[in-house]
Nanobody
Framework: EVQLVESGGGSVQAGGSLRLSCAVFGFPYSNNYMMGWFRQAPGKEREGIAVIDSDGSTSYADSVKGRFTISRDNAKDTLDLQMNTLKPEDTAMYYC????????????????????WGLGTQVTVSL
């Protein structure tokens, strides 16, 4: 059974930093897979913000590019998201997810393409 467990969320002031981590249990893929971070604010659709594939290639949403960094530790089976220069509009529930196969560039951040999800960790950024 595949399980993803997020941690590291919390409350921070604008301009601050947080590091999210996703522990992966029972990872089903040996190669050709993607993993990513997604977020959902109240009343808004879930959106992809950062993904990484089994080749190490990354993609970011424009809203977080230059501020967030996604990384994968294969030895520890974790997926991290370093978030710097946080803004109030970054407030949301953050989820990690994974899927089999490599996705075309246009759809790498599309949350509907992902199969396994964690329960999320809340990030709140205040002024």
């Amino acid at each position: 059974e595949v399980q993803l467990v997020e941690s590291g969320g919390g409350s921070v002031q604008a301009g601050g930093s947080l590091r999210l981590s996703c522990a992966v249990f029972g990872f089903p893929y040996s190669n050709n897979y993607m993993m990513g971070w997604f977020r959902q604010a109240p009343g808004k659709e879930r959106e992809g913000i950062a993904v990484i594939d089994s080749d190490g290639s990354t993609s970011y949403a424009d809203s977080v590019k230059g501020r967030f960094t996604i990384s994968r530790d294969n030895a520890k089976d974790t997926l991290d998201l370093q978030m710097n220069t946080l803004k109030p509009e970054d407030t949301a529930m953050y989820y990690c997810a994974t899927k089999a196969g490599l996705t075309d560039t246009a759809y790498r951040l599309a949350y509907k393409k992902y199969d396994y999800w964690g329960l999320g960790t809340q990030v709140t950024v205040s002024l």
